[in-house]
């Protein structure tokens, strides 16, 4: 069955230092790719997407995120964290390119030490 | 701002009531998906719209319709309310009108069930 993993349910890094957010999927076809962000009491924000191309995407407020077939990975990365990235990160796989049902992560709560 | 509402923001009601919840959309997008937001699990999709009266099933639909009689709006039905059904309900739409449908969340409804 189609899944998608976050293995890190909480990571703190203090403000300034690098982030990599973890994300493994479980799908047999070439999938689409997605990173969000929530903060608390808050809907979710589209951060960066993956199609087809370049396997390395850019995204809002400085986020990039690298495909990797070979691993079945899609990992988050920030070279620089602000306080303000304090938030919930989720991962997602859309499982049918004909009507964009989405499968999540189970997220990564972010704390950012000052 | 994708031009997403939801409505009611806050809901309480007791075991056995039926519920509704709204989203609407300001644009003519014509795919709508209604997801809920549980801890450990992520976000799951409950129903999904591809058109007025075009509606099919997500992962977790039991104990939920839904209907689409006008393009902007999408509801989704708790028949009869059950404890398991408190969570935090979000609904997307897709902008896109062909694949990759990326998805643009609304601020989402809170609804506790006593």
């Known amino acids: 069955a189609q899944s998608v993993t976050q293995p890190d349910i909480h990571i703190t890094v203090s403000e300034g230092a690098s982030l990599e957010l973890r994300c493994n999927y479980s799908?047999?076809?070439?999938?689409?790719l997605f990173w969000y962000v929530q903060s608390p009491g808050q809907g979710l924000q589209l951060l960066l997407k993956y199609f087809s191309g370049d396997t390395l995407v850019q995204g809002i407020k400085g986020f990039e995120a690298e495909f990797k077939r070979s691993q079945s990975s899609f990992n988050l990365r920030k070279p620089s964290v602000h306080w303000s990235d304090a938030a919930e990160y989720f991962c997602?796989?859309?499982?049918?390119?004909?009507?964009?049902?989405?499968?999540f992560g189970q997220g990564t709560t972010l704390q950012v030490k000052p | 701002d994708a031009g997403i509402t939801q409505s009611p923001r806050h809901k309480v009601t007791e075991t056995g009531t039926p519920v509704t919840l709204r989203c609407h959309q300001t644009e003519n997008h014509r795919y709508m998906y209604w997801y809920r937001q549980d801890p450990g699990h992520g976000l799951r999709l409950i129903h999904y719209s591809y058109g007025v009266k075009d509606t099919d099933k997500g992962e977790v639909s039991d104990g939920y319709s839904v209907s689409r009689s006008k393009t902007e709006d999408f509801l989704l039905t708790l028949e009869s309310a059950t404890s398991s059904q408190t969570s935090v309900y979000f609904c997307?739409?897709?902008?896109?009108?062909?694949?990759?449908?990326?998805?643009?969340f609304g601020p989402g409804t809170r609804l506790t069930v006593t």
């Open positions: 997602a796989v859309d499982i049918s390119s004909n009507t964009g049902k989405l499968i």
């Open positions: 799908y047999g076809a070439t999938p689409y």
């Open positions: 997307a739409i897709s902008t896109r009108t062909d694949p990759p449908y990326e998805q643009y």
